[in-house]
């Protein structure tokens, strides 16, 4: 065996190394690495998207059901289409014109009254008029029925047809309960009037007692032909006889309309905190 030579300055190198190494051992760990600015960009965007669906969805309820949509058809006849008066004078126009002074924004009402429209007629003219999706409607029909004196057995049978399909189509109904003159005969009168009570009953549907109420007959509120009211006659029909009907109707739907939204609130609340990613520390 070869004995190497001992060389006595070898130590302060090896002494060096030694501090190095413990230095080097007293130091803490390396501080986790920052992320990169593409990975703080995607986490920005995604808890922006997130809050804006969470706030969405936390809106006040009452808040998005006032903002929401009410369609509102007038259905009917000439009474309904307002023959003899400006377009912006028939009951339809004024009507909308109340519910937005009272805080319906949304609230938009359709006139789909015809002049001379039997119950047969309107009856046949349902599919188009259903597209308009209406939540409520106003169904006053059955004048020019009477006054051509057809059977009240199929003016009601009609009316019964006209209410079932607008039901069946998600429409509340409010029906307008109608009078006509004693020159067909008491009987035939009496008939006709007890239509539309009856309906309403069987059926479920809110009436209008006489939608003319307080304006038939005054030769102050109707037109020459003591048949068809003025833009005055009118005005009273929609604020006495319409809207004390329609507004109760108004608020059920918004409640059900909030019901509605609540529901849908919790239930993109809860999905939203599903799939939100837990943040890690």
Same mark, same amino acid.
């Given at each position: 065996?070869?004995?190497?030579?001992?060389?006595?300055?070898?130590?302060?190198?090896?002494?060096?190394?030694?501090?190095?190494?413990?230095?080097?051992?007293?130091?803490?760990?390396?501080?986790? !690495?920052? %992320?990169?600015? #593409?990975?703080? +960009?995607?986490?920005? /965007?995604?808890?922006?998207?997130?809050?804006? @669906?969470? =706030?969405?969805?936390?809106?006040?309820?009452?808040?998005?059901?006032?903002?929401?949509?009410?369609?509102?058809?007038?259905?009917?006849?000439?009474?309904?289409?307002?023959?003899?008066?400006?377009?912006?004078?028939?009951?339809?126009?004024?009507?909308?014109?109340?519910?937005?002074?009272?805080?319906?924004?949304?609230?938009?009402?359709?006139?789909?009254?015809?002049?001379?429209?039997?119950?047969?007629?309107?009856?046949?003219?349902?599919?188009?008029?259903?597209? !308009?999706? %209406?939540?409520? #409607?106003?169904? +006053?029909?059955?004048? /020019?029925?009477?006054?051509?004196?057809?059977? @009240?057995? =199929?003016?009601?049978?009609?009316?019964?047809?006209?209410?079932?399909?607008?039901?069946?189509?998600?429409?509340?109904?409010?029906?307008?309960?109608?009078?006509?003159?004693?020159?067909?005969?008491?009987?035939?009168?009496?008939?006709?009037?007890?239509?539309?009570?009856?309906?309403?009953?069987?059926?479920?549907?809110?009436?209008?007692?006489?939608?003319?109420?307080?304006?038939?007959?005054?030769?102050?509120?109707?037109?020459?032909?003591?048949?068809?009211?003025?833009?005055?006659?009118?005005?009273?029909?929609?604020?006495?006889?319409?809207?004390?009907?329609?507004?109760?109707?108004?608020?059920?739907?918004?409640?059900?309309?909030?019901?509605?939204?609540?529901?849908?609130?919790?239930?993109?609340?809860?999905?939203?905190?599903?799939?939100?990613?837990?943040?890690?520390?």
């Amino acid at each position: 065996m070869m004995n190497l030579p001992f060389r006595s300055h070898s130590f302060p190198a090896i002494a060096m190394l030694a501090a190095v190494m413990a230095i080097s051992g007293c130091q803490k760990d390396a501080e986790p !690495t920052a %992320p990169t600015d #593409t990975q703080n +960009t995607e986490t920005t /965007n995604n808890q922006a998207d997130t809050e804006s @669906v969470t =706030t969405e969805a936390a809106a006040p309820a009452d808040q998005q059901v006032n903002s929401s949509p009410i369609t509102i058809l007038a259905l009917g006849d000439s009474l309904t289409e307002g023959l003899g008066v400006d377009k912006n004078d028939n009951y339809p126009a004024q009507l909308e014109d109340r519910l937005q002074e009272k805080g319906y924004d949304n609230a938009k009402v359709i006139n789909s009254g015809l002049s001379g429209e039997t119950s047969t007629g309107l009856v046949n003219r349902l599919d188009w008029v259903l597209q !308009t999706k %209406p939540d409520v #409607t106003i169904l +006053t029909i059955g004048a /020019n029925d009477a006054i051509r004196g057809i059977d @009240v057995a =199929t003016i009601e049978a009609n009316i019964r047809t006209a209410v079932k399909r607008l039901q069946d189509n998600g429409s509340v109904v409010i029906l307008g309960g109608m009078s006509i003159y004693d020159n067909l005969g008491s009987d035939y009168v009496a008939a006709f009037s007890d239509i539309y009570p009856r309906v309403a009953k069987d059926m479920n549907v809110t009436l209008i007692p006489f939608f003319l109420k307080g304006v038939g007959g005054d030769r102050a509120l109707n037109q020459a032909d003591a048949i068809h009211p003025t833009k005055e006659g009118y005005t009273i029909i929609v604020n006495d006889n319409i809207l004390p009907i329609l507004e109760p109707k108004l608020s059920e739907l918004k409640e059900l309309k909030t019901t509605d939204t609540e529901n849908t609130t919790e239930t993109v609340q809860a999905e939203t905190t599903k799939n939100t990613p837990n943040e890690t520390t």
